[in-house]
Nanobody, 126 residues
Framework: QVQLVESGGGEVQVGGSLRLSCQVS????????MGWFRQAPGSEREFVAT????????KYSDSVKGRFTISRDNGRKTVDLQMDSLRPEDTAVYFC???????????????????WGQGTQVTVST
């Protein structure tokens, strides 16, 4: 059974930073690409960032590119999201998830991910 647990959320002022972490409980971890998504109230879940099995390739949404950095530690079975220069529009619940397809592609659609964590709230205040 695979479980994902996010942590690190909180409230921060505009321009501040937060580091989210996703701890994965699974027999194996490096077989899957991993992703971060977010969902604001009244909005659909949207892609934030994804990282390949061994971290050599990453992909970001245009809205966070240059401000957020995704990384992973396969030994510790964690996926982190460093968020800098935070803006009010970054306020959302952030989720990590495992990419379903075990190939060399990186996907961005939420329906291609599974084993979602419970999410962690990020609030950026002015």
């Amino acid at each position: 059974q695979v479980q994902l647990v996010e942590s690190g959320g909180g409230e921060v002022q505009v321009g501040g930073s937060l580091r989210l972490s996703c701890q994965v409980s699974a027999r194996t971890f490096d077989q899957w690409a991993m992703g971060w998504f977010r969902q604001a109230p009244g909005s659909e879940r949207e892609f934030v960032a994804t990282i390949s099995r061994f971290g050599g390739e990453t992909k970001y949404s245009d809205s966070v590119k240059g401000r957020f950095t995704i990384s992973r530690d396969n030994g510790r079975k964690t996926v982190d999201l460093q968020m800098d220069s935070l803006r009010p529009e970054d306020t959302a619940v952030y989720f990590c998830a495992r990419q379903r397809l075990q190939n060399n592609q990186l996907y961005t659609r939420p329906n291609l991910f599974d084993n979602w964590g419970q999410g962690t709230q990020v609030t950026v205040s002015t």
